[in-house]
């Protein structure tokens, strides 16, 4: 086997696959969404989760504006609006009303929650971190919410949070969560 150099090619970390977030905030008041696929957990304790978010986005506005966001984890039947949040600006259109979001607040006054989504996680503005041509942004989560029929023994469960996953390479397409086939922290142990 030989390596291929691939330069500096964002595709080679989303090719792998990346959680679709419908990040949002109150922007002038009004409740706002993007798509969101580069995040990532910051930090256990304080939870923290960060976001990288383009300097024009409509949605850095309002979470400028009210130092808090929400993250939003759509379930597969929430695609077509996850896709329309990802491609057209609140600055131009009404994405609520046009993905008939139902809003609700939690603990943040200005951290709007979709109901639909089976999860939702409300956050406050850590950090701040002008990268280039993204805003990381680094949240400290606050609160967060899960639909009950999401939860097996009081626990998120993948299967029936039925999410999907974000891949930019060969083509830009969203797939599905595929079948378990290994234990995570216990597999290892086989090779003692
Ligand atoms: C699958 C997908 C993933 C995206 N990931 C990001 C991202 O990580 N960061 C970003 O700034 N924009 C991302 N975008 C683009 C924004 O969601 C898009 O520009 C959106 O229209 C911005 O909305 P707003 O102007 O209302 O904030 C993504 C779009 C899609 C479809």
């Given at each position: 086997?030989?390596?291929?150099?691939?330069g500096?090619?964002?595709?080679?970390?989303?090719?792998?696959a990346?959680?679709?977030?419908?990040v949002?905030?109150?922007?002038?008041?009004?409740?706002?969404?993007?798509?969101?696929?580069?995040?990532?957990?910051?930090?256990?304790?304080?939870l923290?989760?960060?976001?990288?978010?383009?300097?024009?986005?409509?949605t850095?506005?309002?979470?400028?504006?009210?130092?808090?966001?929400?993250?939003?984890?759509?379930?597969?039947?929430?695609?077509?609006?996850?896709?329309?949040?990802?491609i057209?600006?609140?600055?131009?259109?009404?994405?609520?009303?046009?993905?008939?979001?139902?809003?609700?607040?939690?603990?943040?006054?200005?951290?709007p929650?979709?109901?639909?989504?089976?999860?939702?996680?409300?956050?406050?503005?850590?950090e701040?971190?002008?990268?280039?041509?993204?805003?990381?942004?680094i949240?400290?989560?606050?609160?967060?919410?899960?639909?009950?029929?999401?939860?097996?023994?009081?626990?998120?469960?993948?299967?029936k949070?039925?999410?999907f996953?974000y891949?930019?390479?060969?083509?830009?397409?969203?797939?599905?969560?595929g079948?378990?086939f290994a234990?995570?922290?216990?597999?290892?142990?086989?090779?003692?």
């Amino acid at each position: 086997m030989q390596k291929v150099a691939m330069g500096k090619e964002g595709t080679i970390y989303s090719a792998p696959a990346m959680p679709v977030l419908l990040v949002g905030a109150d922007v002038d008041g009004k409740p706002n969404f993007c798509t969101i696929a580069w995040s990532g957990v910051a930090c256990a304790e304080p939870l923290m989760i960060s976001v990288a978010i383009r300097h024009v986005r409509h949605t850095l506005k309002g979470i400028e504006q009210n130092g808090t966001f929400s993250i939003n984890v759509p379930s597969i039947e929430l695609v077509k609006q996850a896709d329309y949040c990802g491609i057209y600006s609140g600055a131009k259109v009404d994405k609520v009303a046009a993905c008939g979001f139902k809003i609700f607040y939690g603990k943040l006054a200005s951290a709007p929650l979709i109901e639909q989504c089976p999860i939702n996680i409300e956050c406050a503005v850590h950090e701040r971190l002008d990268l280039g041509t993204h805003v990381l942004v680094i949240g400290r989560v606050e609160e967060t919410h899960a639909s009950d029929t999401c939860l097996t023994d009081g626990k998120p469960d993948i299967e029936k949070i039925n999410t999907f996953v974000y891949t930019s390479s060969p083509v830009k397409e969203y797939r599905a969560i595929g079948k378990p086939f290994a234990q995570a922290f216990s597999i290892g142990k086989e090779m003692e």
